[in-house]
């Protein structure tokens, strides 16, 4: 009682009658955009909104730059009597969507949607294949595709099933491609079991030793055309990003930036390694972390804090202000477009849904790792003067920029988090019918590549010069096999990584020896590693005389993959190989003479490849690399 009474007297006359937050009013699309404040002269532009778009988390766009976008309108629930803390959620509804969306006039804006599919729980994220798209939806891993241009997916295929459908945040998501040619799928913390569904392998093979995979804090990967599943480090809850050269981070609630250093499946050569984490916290985390919204806090946010102070609860520091700190970083993505300035490949870009905001920080490589650098002092790099605004994911689009989903709700929070008079004071719902799309765009950058493909009436002006003809910008699903070799070279991390998934669909093997060329002579570093990685994983042609130049190449980066290329290829059958390729190792291992940052990358890539090769003569370089590198 001596605890109780002093904080009821502390609490304000609205909880002794019933809690009454007052609430805030939407902003109409219109006027949306003069909310923000962007920093380095860029501008927030609306592309989309209700009611062509609602509730967007994620967006895939295919190969004629068409987007398809995630729609949670299911978030956090769709029975709230029966939404209980802690226990999985089977009589919430499936109406989540997948939308696509065209800019059919080439003007840079969308204005056709269709539905492309509904009934579904939870979509977070998808990633093309072959006309269609994969598409996460706990508990299940769809494929979906439209056969009649209606703008309908009229296949509808489950291909994976038995992941737990349990906390609305810590759900799988964001499928991505990787430069193996592997979808890489965050799998959140919910845990579960990858089961194959009977059926699916018409559209994805079933390998006969194929066993339902536990799943437990884990991200995981397959590749479609094979239907080999994997496990990966992570278990991150939202939001996952490659850079160019393969290296994936993933972002937690309080942890920002966290680089995947040590792959799960070097990991599992030895159960009984005590590994803290896979992970490097690459920028500061945990609970004090600032933010600098210019959104005013939520009332009832700081009502429950206050309460909490009051009670003395044991939570985070970050629960027990109203506003003003890191409480839910997601969608993290680094960006890899040609709009903005050159240094500002070297960003990642993380959302803070709850305050409103995003932030950029600078990826600084750190040995085998990185550093995530805050850049803007007490600023954030794009606030919103409306509560409304909830971004919480992003995605390097065809026109060279990032496009932010906004999934646009007046309350962004979890159920589970809330008090239940709270609870019932606030509508976690109050905007499912709402959502807009946004393009991060640097002022006075000029015209910018259409979204899709446009009509006839209104041809875009954005084309790539090949050696072969002229290519649109947006409409890659008719281009040769000589064009999508070329755009490998492109600057756009979109056309390159579209441009190689197209050639791994295809199978052409009139694609080798342009690949071959270009692995030697590209331009572009990114260009020289995406063709290696075409070669090898995509069409099986790489051999050991590909190699040798590659391991020369100017770029450390480069290098680094091709040493995991020739990793792949030592299983090869064939004594000659395996000597050939044990001998390149060895070689390349000779020529780290220093404790250079490029040579560690270099020399931890070498342990992980050799490492699990026991036939191999490796003992004396791993030896060599270990006592070199005995302080990293």
């Given at each position: 009682?001596?605890?109780?009474?002093?904080?009821?007297?502390?609490?304000?006359?609205?909880?002794?009658?019933?809690?009454?937050?007052?609430?805030?009013?939407?902003?109409?699309?219109?006027?949306?955009?003069?909310?923000?404040?962007?920093?380095?002269?860029?501008?927030?532009?609306?592309?989309?909104?209700?009611?062509?778009?609602?509730?967007?988390?994620?967006?895939?766009?295919?190969?004629?730059?068409?987007?398809?976008?995630?729609?949670?309108?299911?978030?956090?629930?769709?029975?709230?009597?029966?939404?209980?803390?802690?226990?999985?959620?089977?009589?919430?509804?499936?109406?989540?969507?997948?939308?696509?969306?065209?800019?059919?006039?080439?003007?840079?804006?969308?204005?056709?949607?269709?539905?492309?599919?509904?009934?579904?729980?939870?979509?977070t994220g998808a990633a093309c294949w072959k006309g269609g798209i994969f598409v996460t939806a706990t508990p299940d891993v769809w494929y979906l595709k439209d056969t009649n241009d209606d703008g309908v997916a009229d296949v509808r295929q489950k291909v994976f099933t038995g992941f737990k459908k349990l906390n609305v945040q810590a759900v799988m998501n964001n499928p991505i491609?990787?430069?193996?040619?592997?979808?890489?799928?965050?799998?959140?913390?919910n845990g579960g079991e990858i089961q194959r569904v009977p059926g699916s392998e018409s559209v994805m093979p079933i390998p006969s030793d194929f066993k339902p995979l536990p799943i437990k804090r884990n991200d995981f990967s397959f590749d479609p055309s094979t239907g080999d599943v994997r496990l990966e480090s992570g278990g991150a809850r939202f939001g996952q990003t490659f850079?160019?050269?393969?290296?994936?981070?993933?972002?937690?609630?309080?942890?920002?930036?966290?680089?995947?250093?040590?792959?799960?499946?070097?990991?599992?050569?030895?159960?009984?390694?005590?590994?803290?984490?896979?992970?490097?916290?690459?920028?500061?985390?945990?609970?004090?972390?600032?933010?600098?919204?210019?959104?005013?806090?939520?009332?009832?946010?700081?009502?429950?804090?206050?309460?909490?102070?009051?009670?003395?609860?044991?939570?985070?520091?970050?629960?027990?202000?109203?506003?003003?700190?890191?409480?839910?970083?997601?969608?993290?993505?680094?960006?890899?477009?040609?709009?903005?300035?050159?240094?500002?490949?070297?960003?990642?870009?993380?959302?803070?849904?709850?305050?409103?905001?995003?932030?950029?920080?600078?990826?600084?490589?750190?040995?085998?790792?990185?550093?995530?650098?805050?850049?803007?002092?007490?600023?954030?790099?794009?606030?919103?003067?409306?509560?409304?605004?909830?971004?919480?994911?992003?995605?390097?689009?065809?026109?060279?920029?990032?496009?932010?989903?906004?999934?646009?709700?007046?309350?962004?929070?979890?159920?589970?988090?809330?008090?239940?008079?709270?609870?019932?004071?606030?509508?976690?719902?109050?905007?499912?019918?709402?959502?807009?799309?946004?393009?991060?765009?640097?002022?006075?950058?000029?015209?910018?590549?259409?979204?899709?493909?446009?009509?006839?009436?209104?041809?875009?002006?954005?084309?790539?010069?090949?050696?072969?003809?002229?290519?649109?910008?947006?409409?890659?699903?008719?281009?040769?096999?000589?064009?999508?070799?070329?755009?490998?070279?492109?600057?756009?991390?979109?056309?390159?990584?579209?441009?190689?998934?197209?050639?791994?669909?295809?199978?052409?093997?009139?694609?080798?020896?342009?690949?071959?060329?270009?692995?030697?002579?590209?331009?572009?570093?990114?260009?020289?590693?995406?063709?290696?990685?075409?070669?090898?994983?995509?069409?099986?042609?790489?051999?050991?005389?590909?190699?040798?130049?590659?391991?020369?190449?100017?770029?450390?980066?480069?290098?680094?993959?091709?040493?995991?290329?020739?990793?792949?290829?030592?299983?090869?059958?064939?004594?000659?190989?395996?000597?050939?390729?044990?001998?390149?190792?060895?070689?390349?291992?000779?020529?780290?003479?220093?404790?250079?940052?490029?040579?560690?990358?270099?020399?931890?890539?070498?342990?992980?490849?050799?490492?699990?090769?026991?036939?191999?003569?490796?003992?004396?370089?791993?030896?060599?690399?270990?006592?070199?590198?005995?302080?990293?």
């Open positions: 009682m001596r605890l109780i009474l002093p904080c009821l007297l502390c609490l304000p006359w609205l909880f002794l009658r019933g809690l009454d937050f007052p609430s805030t009013p939407p902003v109409e699309p219109q006027n949306a955009a003069k909310t923000f404040h962007v920093l380095d002269g860029f501008e927030m532009q609306l592309i989309a909104a209700e009611p062509l778009v609602t509730d967007p988390v994620a967006i895939t766009y295919d190969a004629d730059g068409r987007a398809y976008v995630c729609e949670m309108n299911d978030y956090p629930y769709t029975d709230k009597a029966a939404h209980k803390p802690s226990q999985e959620n089977p009589t919430d509804a499936h109406i989540g969507k997948v939308r696509l969306l065209t800019d059919t006039d080439g003007d840079g804006t969308f204005d056709k949607a269709t539905i492309f599919a509904e009934g579904l729980s939870w979509p491609w990787g430069l193996d040619h592997r979808i890489y799928i965050a799998g959140g913390s850079d160019d050269w393969g290296n994936r981070f993933l972002c937690n609630i309080r942890n920002p930036c966290q680089h995947v250093v040590l792959p799960y499946r070097y990991l599992a050569r030895n159960p009984y390694l005590v590994v803290p984490s896979a992970l490097n916290d690459c920028a500061e985390a945990g609970d004090q972390l600032p933010v600098w919204r210019t959104s005013p806090p939520e009332p009832w946010r700081e009502f429950r804090a206050k309460r909490w102070v009051q009670e003395g609860s044991h939570l985070p520091k970050s629960e027990l202000v109203g506003a003003g700190v890191v409480t839910s970083s997601s969608g993290i993505t680094v960006y890899r477009g040609d709009a903005y300035p050159k240094e500002y490949r070297d960003f990642a870009f993380v959302a803070d849904v709850a305050g409103n905001l995003f932030y950029r920080m600078k990826l600084v490589p750190d040995g085998v790792t990185f550093k995530a650098v805050q850049v803007d002092g007490t600023k954030n790099f794009c606030t919103s003067d409306a509560l409304w605004f909830r971004p919480v994911n992003f995605v390097n689009a065809p026109d060279g920029c990032l496009h932010i989903c906004d999934m646009y709700r007046e309350v962004i929070e979890h159920p589970w988090s809330i008090p239940d008079d709270i609870h019932a004071a606030v509508d976690l719902l109050r905007g499912k019918d709402k959502g807009r799309i946004w393009r991060l765009a640097p002022k006075k950058s000029g015209p910018l590549s259409p979204l899709s493909g446009a009509s006839q009436s209104k041809q875009p002006s954005n084309t790539f010069q090949t050696a072969q003809r002229t290519v649109r910008a947006t409409l890659l699903s008719s281009a040769s096999t000589t064009d999508l070799v070329a755009l490998l070279d492109h600057p756009n991390a979109w056309h390159r990584e579209t441009a190689q998934r197209l050639l791994f669909e295809r199978q052409d093997k009139a694609a080798v020896e342009p690949l071959r060329e270009l692995v030697k002579s590209g331009k572009t570093a990114q260009g020289r590693c995406l063709a290696l990685w075409c070669m090898h994983e995509g069409l099986k042609a790489t051999s050991v005389d590909d190699l040798e130049g590659v391991m020369n190449d100017d770029s450390e980066w480069v290098v680094e993959n091709a040493v995991q290329v020739i990793e792949e290829m030592l299983p090869a059958p064939g004594p000659d190989l395996l000597a050939d390729l044990s001998e390149e190792l060895l070689r390349l291992g000779n020529l780290l003479h220093d404790t250079t940052q490029e040579s560690a990358r270099i020399s931890f890539r070498l342990m992980l490849a050799v490492g699990g090769h026991r036939d191999l003569a490796a003992s004396p370089l791993l030896t060599e690399l270990a006592e070199k590198h005995c302080d990293d």
